[in-house]
């Protein structure tokens, strides 16, 4: 484990301040938190003076399998022996077999893969193909929603990010999440595409109401749009199937994948699409390309997650864990119902919704304190995310729920000390 003085620490971050981001520093500085990250293992992350803490974030989902999973690291291992990035010029062994994998675990008629190596990027990429097939460019998308900060990304999200960076990609539109009757009003014979996260996680995990998208799919067919799933946070098992979308039963034209696909160890994206939308990129082979996009090493890991992801006692664990959180949030609601005022669950995709905007940003301080990594969902931060690794043990779960209490109860006696 890397193990360094106070001082060396401090000069790591005088170093980042002054090369990388020094507007973190000094953000990191006003909020109390003092954490440089070290050796990271399993559900663990590590100052490099040695602090543990249980992630409970996962960068989304990027950490699904936990942090240097032993399974994910030697398929990345034996890649390497014989792999590079490959190139985009040619037919390629690695991205057929893992598109074709993709293709196995995605709904419906899905079948087709764009790779790339950021969701923002094939985000980009599913809205260039939904305005290549349709010919019109109009995008809806929701209110408070994330979907990466890329050119054709960045409009649909909220404007506090894309405010300064004008003129934007335009004939974008926003309507609030989960009311059917907004988007109707919104869609028109200009609209090429509505674009939603399953469940929108930087909104504050949001679940939309059950026949939320059987709608979107009614709407968009009748209008003649794309239906495009941002399934970044939602997929590869984070909501105890293997797509959020699953438990709706509804077929997307498009569907983004990110994250978790990964294995947290090497970058790799993916827009899975419907062979209906096929004919505009058969006949324009050319038109998107991505130089690193599929990376072979990473399509190996990816490989690997998804043998994972179909092993039947991985998501029946997934489940059991959200069960065990599930009845702590009920006790936690019991006796922090003050403060606490809903929790938001789908598998262990979870929130905790608080009582005002201060909240979200204390519990983040409160984790670093109580051994828990936790982020609040910036377009709503009243609310924390608990987003662990999904191999989370029984015992860890146990942890964080004894943590989340003791955090809780900070957040109240600080509330109450400021009012
Ligand atoms: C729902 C969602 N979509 C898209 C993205 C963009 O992914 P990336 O940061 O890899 O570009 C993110 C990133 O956090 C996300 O959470």
């Not at 696909?261 to 062979?275: C, K, M, N, R």
């Not at 304190?369 to 936790?374: D, K, L, M, Q, V």
Request: charged letters at 20%.
């Amino acid at each position: 484990m890397s193990v360094i003085g106070q001082e060396s620490k401090q000069k790591i971050t005088e170093l980042f301040a002054r090369h990388v981001s020094s507007g973190k520093v000094e953000f990191f500085k006003s909020a109390g938190i003092d954490f440089v990250l070290g050796k990271r293992e399993g559900v663990f992350l590590y100052d490099v003076s040695g602090k543990r803490l249980i992630n409970c974030n996962s960068n989304g989902g990027v950490f699904n399998l936990g942090h240097r999973n032993p399974l994910v690291l030697a398929a990345l291992r034996e890649a390497l022996e014989e792999l590079d990035i490959g190139t985009h010029h040619t037919v390629s062994e690695h991205r057929a077999l893992l598109a074709e994998r993709l293709a196995a675990i995605s709904p419906g008629d899905i079948n087709r893969v764009i790779f790339g190596v950021s969701g923002g990027e094939v985000i980009d990429a599913a809205i260039k193909l939904a305005r290549g097939v349709t010919g019109r460019p109009g995008v809806l998308s929701a209110e408070g929603g994330y979907h990466g900060h890329t050119g054709y990304a960045l409009p649909a999200g909220h404007e506090q990010y894309s405010a300064p960076f004008g003129p934007l990609v335009p004939c974008y539109g926003h309507v609030p999440f989960g009311n059917i009757d907004a988007l109707d009003l919104a869609m028109d014979e200009s609209t090429a595409a509505v674009l939603l996260e399953t469940i929108p996680a930087t909104m504050g995990i949001v679940l939309p109401p059950e026949e939320y998208f059987a709608e979107v799919r009614r709407l968009c067919d009748e209008r003649g749009a794309i239906m495009i799933l941002d399934e970044v946070q939602t997929g590869l098992g984070r909501c105890g199937t293997y797509w959020g979308i699953d438990t709706y039963g509804v077929v997307p034209d498009i569907m983004v994948t990110a994250k978790g696909l990964s294995g947290g160890v090497y970058p790799i994206t993916a827009a899975l699409y419907s062979d209906r939308l096929n004919q505009f990129l058969h006949d324009n082979p050319f038109i998107h390309i991505s130089t690193f996009g599929g990376p072979e090493p990473g399509c190996r890991v990816a490989l690997k997650v998804i043998d994972i992801l179909e092993d039947p006692a991985f998501l029946h664990h997934v489940n059991e864990m959200a069960g065990v959180f599930a009845k702590g949030f009920e006790e936690l609601k019991g006796r922090h119902g003050d403060v606490l005022v809903e929790t938001r669950q789908r598998g262990l995709f979870m929130g905790l919704k608080m009582k005002n905007d201060m909240c979200g940003p204390l519990m983040t301080v409160a984790g670093f304190e109580h051994g828990i990594f936790t982020v609040y969902a910036n377009n709503d931060i009243s609310v924390s995310q608990i987003i662990p690794p999904l191999v989370i043990t029984e015992q860890e779960a146990a942890t964080v729920l004894e943590s989340l209490d003791a955090m809780l109860a900070w957040v109240e006696t600080t509330l109450a000390s400021m009012e």
